[in-house]
């Protein structure tokens, strides 16, 4: 049974299956790359879902799905939800592989992290060949 003494803090959670194709042929990636920091976004429990009975779906304000919360996370999600818990969620940023949203719980709003700043080629650890680097 739910504790509703208990708190929750609000964390961030990976959405991933951007590569895949939505069931109406739209693109998740060109979803989550109109998404703005901030934006409210809706998680959908599966329980019909045949690769997954956990599978926890999430969808843009405007409908789009985004993708999965991880297969890790999903059960714990889903029961909560299940349960009457009041989560909210939104967008906080695209990735290579899909997306991060955060999220609260009991009604809170949730609250976005500060930005980090952008990672140098170093950082990505992108060495370029010497042949494409400009002449002196």
């Given at each position: 049974?739910?504790?509703?003494?208990?708190?929750?803090?609000?964390?961030?959670?990976?959405?991933?299956?951007?590569?895949?194709?939505n069931?109406?042929?739209?693109n998740?990636?060109f979803?989550?790359?109109?998404?703005?920091?901030?934006?409210?976004?809706?998680?959908?429990?599966?329980?019909?879902?045949?690769?997954?009975?956990?599978?926890v779906?999430?969808?843009s304000g405007?409908?789009?799905?985004?993708?999965?919360?991880?297969?890790?996370?999903?059960?714990?999600?889903?029961?909560?939800?299940?349960?009457?818990?009041?989560?909210?969620?939104?967008?906080?940023?695209?990735?290579?592989?899909?997306?991060?949203?955060?999220?609260?719980?009991?009604?809170?709003?949730?609250?976005?992290?500060?930005?980090?700043?952008?990672?140098?080629?170093?950082?990505?650890?992108?060495?370029?060949?010497?042949?494409?680097?400009?002449?002196?």
């Amino acid at each position: 049974m739910l504790n509703r003494n208990r708190s929750f803090a609000s964390y961030s959670l990976e959405v991933v299956g951007a590569a895949h194709a939505n069931a109406d042929g739209s693109n998740r990636r060109f979803i989550i790359a109109m998404m703005a920091p901030g934006e409210q976004v809706e998680l959908r429990p599966e329980p019909k879902n045949k690769h997954d009975p956990y599978a926890v779906a999430v969808f843009s304000g405007r409908g789009g799905q985004l993708g999965y919360l991880r297969a890790e996370r999903a059960p714990h999600i889903g029961k909560l939800i299940r349960q009457g818990m009041e989560i909210r969620a939104v967008f906080q940023a695209a990735t290579d592989h899909g997306a991060w949203i955060r999220v609260a719980f009991d009604g809170a709003e949730p609250v976005l992290p500060p930005p980090r700043p952008a990672a140098t080629a170093e950082e990505r650890e992108f060495w370029p060949d010497d042949e494409w680097d400009e002449p002196a």
